[in-house]
């Protein structure tokens, strides 16, 4: 396992690269079929016994339980299996490129005592091709590295076609880390100069790296530097030799093999405007990517662009007709989705008043591809769609916007207009949302913070900050809860800072559960991190009881903070002002 305080700042590799136990290890696992099923301890072991067949390990016998958790990290690591974790329990899956990897050599595959020089197969075109393709970082060892943006054999390939061999030593202290393409000049000059040292100066360098933690890991405890010129050693391409070093040692070192320059050129070549993505913690986009062998380069973001004053659902299917990404877009934004270059794809737009397809267009993927949808696209359609378009909250206009909140408030859980967006949820995607008391209160939230925005818009109010966000589907989520949350919405004026905290709970009970605390806390901390401003507090509902503000403002009491309970009617009734001066006016008059 990793290091707890490892630097997760430098590449990661496992310790165990032997391509003859790769093989066995997945000839285990498509054999006895455990492609697909879940993965547990007891499958572990016996595959352990399968490799003690084959004799592919060091002694003939067993390998010990971490030995064969780091062999199937190796696995993960080139793609050819993983762990999917989006599955409860965890399932074990075998990629496309795992498959090839296996048809290539299951024949070759022998059994025999034990591992044996000249007898078990030592690199794959498998394996060449899928480190040509693996990038640092990514979902499979996002655990163990992060903010490195690189394809680490062709930072090794390209360093290689200058220095000629790359030691032990230079791959830890300078290759490793590496974390950014535009950094492969910078440390070969790193690398040139640490050539240059006097034997001492040398030595004293790596020793005191040595000692550090990642020192420990990269080069001197079952060096990850070493594990990492196994892997390369396992692409066929590679030469491994001793070389001396200026401090008088032999260390080991790899080089491209003299046959194989030319073919690494055009690699290099082939690739140089392949740009790293980063796919945070998409695992299955990943696999998507790494674990198919038709697909030379990484995805690239599609820009959907939404220039109507719609919201749209919009959904992006791939050439087989598998639904790949679902989205509902706001009014006057866009939409970033990854898709691979140079296939076939289709996106369908529809009206989400009532699911009808009101666009539909199949197209071949190019590198950083934009879509606009506008209404000329919207009429190039030729779908007949009798309903009107869903308006955005967006576009709402005042009158229409403080409608919307009163029916949303009114409600026993939504407006009869978000209704129609959650009823399409439910039907397109099996998405159940018309419970979500959450989801009521987010909504509650984003509806004040639009009318505030139009305000400011309008430089009635001066600022207005919502500690909430949009999520999925264009869904509001709410600002953080709790006794140490933060304040639903903020909304400044003539300098002086209005917290206001909202809920869509009627009952007094529930109310003085779920608010009669951390309404009164979010405001004293938010007057403790600004003491210099004068905050004022606003708490609306639906309706207010006078015991429950009581309870709120005797926790105020000593703090010299006003706070005032509302019901949304009386606020809305406020906030419908025309001017700075009337908002003012109305403000300072509930306060006084």
Same mark, same amino acid.
């Given at each position: ?46 595959? /352990? &016994?399968?490799? =003690? ?8 016998? $067993?390998?010990?339980?971490? %030995?064969?958790? !780091? #062999? ?123 050539? /240059? &040292?006097?034997? =001492? ?8 790296? $040595?000692?550090?933690?990642? %020192?420990?890991? !990269? #080069? ?123 296939? /076939? ?248």
């Amino acid at each position: 396992m990793a290091s707890r305080n490892r630097d997760k700042q430098v590449w990661f590799v496992p310790k165990r690269a032997n391509v003859h136990q790769m093989i066995a290890l997945l000839h285990g696992i498509i054999s006895r079929k455990y492609d697909g099923t879940t993965w547990n301890t007891s499958k572990q072991d016996n595959l /352990n &016994l399968e490799l =003690k067949k084959l004799g592919a390990t060091q002694s003939g016998n $067993k390998i010990a339980p971490q %030995g064969m958790r !780091t #062999l199937l990290a190796s696995l993960h690591y080139l793609g050819f299996v993983y762990l999917d974790t989006t599955t409860t329990p965890t399932t074990l899956r075998v990629t496309k490129a795992g498959y090839n990897f296996y048809s290539t050599h299951q024949n070759d595959l022998r059994p025999m005592d034990k591992l044996t020089k000249g007898l078990t197969i030592d690199y794959s075109e498998s394996v060449l091709y899928q480190m040509a393709k693996l990038q640092i970082t990514n979902p499979i060892i996002l655990p163990h590295c992060e903010d490195i943006y690189v394809f680490p054999f062709r930072v090794t390939l390209q360093m290689l076609r200058t220095l000629n061999y790359l030691d032990m030593e230079e791959i830890a202290m300078f290759v490793f880390h590496t974390r950014d393409m535009s950094e492969i000049e910078y440390k070969i000059s790193e690398i040139l100069n640490f050539r /240059n &040292l006097n034997s =001492k100066d040398r030595e004293h360098l790596v020793n005191q790296y $040595k000692a550090t933690n990642i %020192g420990n890991l !990269t #080069l001197k405890k079952a060096p990850s530097a070493g594990y990492f010129m196994a892997f390369c050693m396992g692409t066929g391409i590679m030469t491994k030799s001793r070389v001396d070093t200026n401090g008088g040692n032999k260390v080991g070192a790899i080089s491209i093999k003299k046959n194989m320059l030319q073919w690494v050129d055009e690699l290099l070549e082939f690739h140089k405007n392949t740009e790293i993505f980063d796919f945070e913690d998409n695992l299955n986009l990943w696999i998507s990517y790494f674990g198919n062998p038709l697909r030379d380069f990484p995805p690239t973001l599609m820009k959907i662009n939404n220039y109507v004053n719609n919201e749209l659902y919009i959904e992006i299917n791939d050439s087989q007709d598998n639904l790949i990404d679902t989205t509902i877009i706001n009014a006057n934004d866009r939409y970033f989705t990854p898709i691979f270059e140079n296939e /076939n794809y289709t996106i369908n737009i529809y009206n989400i008043t009532d699911g009808t397809l009101i666009y539909s267009n199949s197209f071949i993927s190019i590198k950083h591809q934009q879509f606009t949808i506008d209404d000329q696209l919207i009429l190039k359609g030729n779908f007949v769609n009798e309903k009107p378009m869903f308006l955005s909250y967006s576009t709402l206009e005042t009158n229409r916007l403080i409608n919307e909140i009163l029916d949303h408030s009114a409600s026993k859980n939504f407006s009869d207009k978000m209704l129609i967006k959650l009823r399409l949820l439910q039907t397109k995607l099996g998405i159940d949302k018309f419970n979500d008391k959450s989801l009521r209160g987010a909504q509650y939230e984003y509806l004040f913070y639009l009318l505030l925005s139009q305000l400011k818009n309008r430089k009635i109010i001066d600022e207005v900050i919502w500690n909430g966000k949009i999520g999925n589907y264009n869904l509001p989520t709410q600002a953080p809860g709790g006794k140490t949350g933060t304040p639903d919405i903020i909304f400044i004026l003539n300098n002086e800072r209005y917290i206001l905290e909202l809920t869509t709970i009627k009952s007094k009970s529930m109310q003085f559960t779920a608010e009669g605390s951390s309404v009164p806390d979010h405001i004293k901390i938010y007057q403790e991190e600004y003491p210099d401003v004068v905050v004022k507090g606003i708490f609306c509902a639906p309706m207010v009881h006078e015991r429950v503000h009581a309870a709120m403002n005797s926790i105020l009491s000593g703090y010299n903070i006003p706070l005032i309970s509302i019901s949304d009617v009386e606020l809305l009734n406020i906030l419908n002002s025309e001017s700075k001066q009337e908002l003012s006016q109305k403000l300072n008059s509930i306060f006084n």
